[in-house]
Structure formats: C-alpha cells, structure tokens
C-alpha cells in the first residue's frame, strides 16, 4: 500500500516570499508518478505540477518546481514569488503508475496562505 | 468547454433518502474515478471504472454503486444515506493508455444529509 505524509497542516508567507511544502511518501512500486495538486476556496481540484519517478530531472512549471529526491522519498514543492492566487490547500498524491487504475492516494494536505 | 463535469454541485438531503450525483467528462479518457473528501479535507479514492469493469473498490459500504452507460459517464447512487454520507465528492478521469497517471477532477458536489 502507498502512504504520503505532509507534515505542515499550515503555512503562512508574505507576499513575493518564496515558500516550500513538504512531502514524503511510501511505494513499493518501480515506476510511479508524484502529483501536487491545488485546492482554492472555490474547491476546484487542479494540477500543479507534475513528476515521473524514473525521470531523474525535476519538474518545473512557472513558478512551481519541485524537489524529488527518490532514494529519500521526497518530494517538496517550491513556490517562488509567491502571489495572493496562491493561497489554497495544497495536496501531494501519488500514484501506482504503469497503466494501473488504482486511484491516487493523498497527503492530508497543507493550507497555504499568502498574506498581502 | 467543462472537461469533467458534475451535477448537481450542492445537494442536501434527509436521512434514509436515496441519492444520485452525475459525471461526465469530454477528454476521451477510458477511467473514471469517485473520491470522497471529508470534513477534515481528507481524500480518497472510492471506485474506479475502465472500460465498464469496476476496477478497485475500497472499503466502501454497498450503498454506494457506480452506475456507467457508456465511457464518458460515471454515475454514483447512494442508498440510504446517513449523516456520514455528508461530505465533498469528486469526479475525476485519466487515460491509461501511454499514462502519465495524471487525473484531471471535477468540481465537486457538496453531500449535505440532515
């Protein structure tokens, strides 16, 4: 069975601060993918950014890059030049991958709130 | 145009009631996904559907079926509902075939039962 950890319920940073949330998990499999997903008030589940377990290079999207390290079973995300948009509920999943149509399993979450 | 659409958004309801929440996605995507979030923003998956095969089934009691007509809908009926019913419920698909695994959801329906 897969686990992910958050361990930050809660985050506050100012404005243009950059701000990193934290994620660990555990697989047994080989070949798996790590989501971060927003969550605004609105409850809109959406992608944020996205990362290959076999790709050794980190993914980077605008604003959003990520820190995997496999070995340690990590992976953070990285806001920079943090904006009020910003400010959500922020989950980390991961899934089985290999064509499997197991769901994604979810960290509890971090509510990241950026202040003006 | 709405990739993963769900109807209706809010939904409040008595006890004992029978209950129907509607998806439907336009990406072509060959699984659908049901997902519960609870009151503590906690999710999890509850059904998957591919091809009309139910897939996984987590330990989600049998009031709750998934009901798919063809592969663009995945419906969920909720038997006898009980105030532990109430909580966010969430549509999502993905596509198998070359996967990423990626699952884009939809926007929710807010399960009130009273």
């Known amino acids: 069975a897969q686990t992910v950890t958050q361990s930050q319920p809660e985050m506050s940073v100012q404005e243009a601060e950059t701000v990193t949330l934290s994620c660990t998990y555990d697989?047994?499999?080989?070949?798996?993918?790590l989501f971060w997903y927003k969550q605004p008030p609105s409850r809109q589940m959406i992608l944020v950014i996205r990362q290959e377990a076999y790709k050794q290079q980190n993914a980077t999207e605008n604003r959003f890059s990520v820190n995997f390290q496999k070995a340690a079973k990590s992976f953070s995300l990285k806001i920079s030049d943090s904006q009020l948009g910003d400010t959500a509920m922020y989950f980390c999943a991961t899934s089985q991958g290999g064509g499997g149509a197991d769901g994604l399993t979810f960290g509890k979450g971090t509510h990241l709130i950026i202040q003006p | 145009d709405t990739a993963v659409s769900q109807t209706p958004k809010y939904l409040v309801t008595q006890m004992g009631n029978d209950k129907s929440i509607k998806c439907e996605q336009n990406l072509g995507h060959d699984t659908m996904y049901w997902y519960k979030q609870d009151s503590k923003k906690f999710l999890k998956i509850m059904f998957s559907?591919?091809?009309?095969?139910?897939?996984i089934n987590e330990t989600v009691p049998n009031r709750f079926s998934p009901k798919s007509p063809d592969k663009a809908h995945l419906n969920l009926h909720i038997n006898s509902l009980e105030l532990g019913d109430s909580a966010v419920y969430f549509c999502?698909?993905?596509?198998?075939?070359?996967?990423?695994?990626?699952?884009?959801f939809g926007p929710g329906t807010r399960l009130t039962v009273l």
């Open positions: 999502a698909s993905s596509q198998l075939a070359g996967s990423t695994d990626t699952q884009y």
């Open positions: 559907y591919n091809n009309k095969e139910l897939i």
């Open positions: 697989t047994s499999e080989n070949n798996y993918y």
